[in-house]
């Protein structure tokens, strides 16, 4: 067991709407989980309540995509009306750990004022079986919601019916996060995490996560993950053409695929999307919900 952040575990892309989010990443040839209504407790102390949040979720091996909006509007929005008033596009970062308790003493010792281990709670599908969590996030963070999170029951989640993707998506490796102060938001993040930050070649910092077997799966392998995080001015040479619609940003994410992308080219065939450097491609913004997503071998 650890006290520190394993992996990356998933990100949220969040807009109002979920009809055309899901449509933008079918496209892309994602198989998605079925529409699921969330819960939990606003604090600790709080009782489990119905959030009128909802989400489908892109399953992979390692980690998943969770698409993210509003399906009851009379409902706690899980803060979904704050983050998409900045913009559509991604506003979570989950970061998986094995020891949710080790880590909050840790948390504590750093001086965050966390007021203990979270909990959130959802339907796998309608009228079928409740996935559980725990989860610390850090308070008031203004990246978006930046949290630890352990799977209660992973398998519930990752189901393989959910996960025969047509664009062979395998893996989530990484997140780009771009601040107009970039030292601050990484010395923030190790806090977060207990992992060191250090210089990024191409600009910026890097968190690196070390990787911890079934933490972001209940078949993930231990592979390293990252978090960049880059000024504004190092933003073109990671993900060109990309513009910032507001800071701190989390401008996009890296997917790996298990054919070396042939599946992505012959999906993506006629679409403007732009090749970079080791045979990855970039998808824009637009086609993915505000999120800019890398396929790459």
Not at 51 to 63: I, K, Q, V, W
Not at 78 to 107: C, K, Q, W
Request: glycine letters at 10%; proline letters at 9%; charged letters at 20%.
């Amino acid at each position: 067991m650890a006290e520190t952040a394993l992996a990356l575990d998933h990100v949220g892309v969040c807009n109002m709407e979920l009809g055309p989010m899901t449509a933008a990443y079918e496209a892309l040839g994602f198989a998605l989980s079925p529409i699921a209504q969330q819960s939990g407790r606003r604090t600790p102390d709080s009782e489990v309540e119905l959030y009128g949040s909802g989400n489908r979720c892109a399953f992979l091996t390692h980690g998943y995509i969770e698409l993210l909006a509003v399906l009851d509007p009379t409902r706690y929005d899980n803060d979904l009306g704050r983050f998409t008033s900045r913009y559509g596009g991604l506003h979570i970062l989950a970061l998986g750990v094995d020891d949710p308790e080790a880590n909050l003493a840790r948390m504590r010792r750093a001086g965050i004022p966390i007021a203990g281990v979270a909990h959130l709670q959802r339907p796998v599908e309608a009228g079928g079986p409740i996935a559980k969590f725990s989860r610390l996030p850090y308070p008031d963070a203004p990246e978006g919601r930046v949290q630890l999170i352990r799977h209660l029951t992973p398998e519930l989640v990752w189901q393989p019916r959910w996960m025969d993707h047509a664009n062979k998506a395998e893996a989530l490796t990484e997140l780009v996060l771009v601040s107009a102060e970039p030292a601050e938001t990484a010395a923030r993040l190790s806090k977060l995490t207990g992992l060191v930050i250090e210089p990024r070649a191409a600009g910026g910092f890097l968190l690196r996560f070390p990787g911890g077997e079934r933490v972001a799966g209940p078949e993930a392998p231990a592979i390293e993950t990252r978090v960049s995080i880059l000024s504004p001015e190092d933003l073109p040479a990671t993900l060109p053409g990309v513009e910032i619609p507001a800071l701190p940003f989390m401008a996009g994410i890296y997917v790996k695929t298990s054919d070396g992308n042939a599946a992505v080219r012959r999906i993506l065939a006629g679409k403007p999307v732009k090749e970079l450097p080791g045979g990855a491609i970039l998808v824009p913004p637009s086609l993915a919900a505000g999120a800019a997503l890398v396929f790459h071998p």
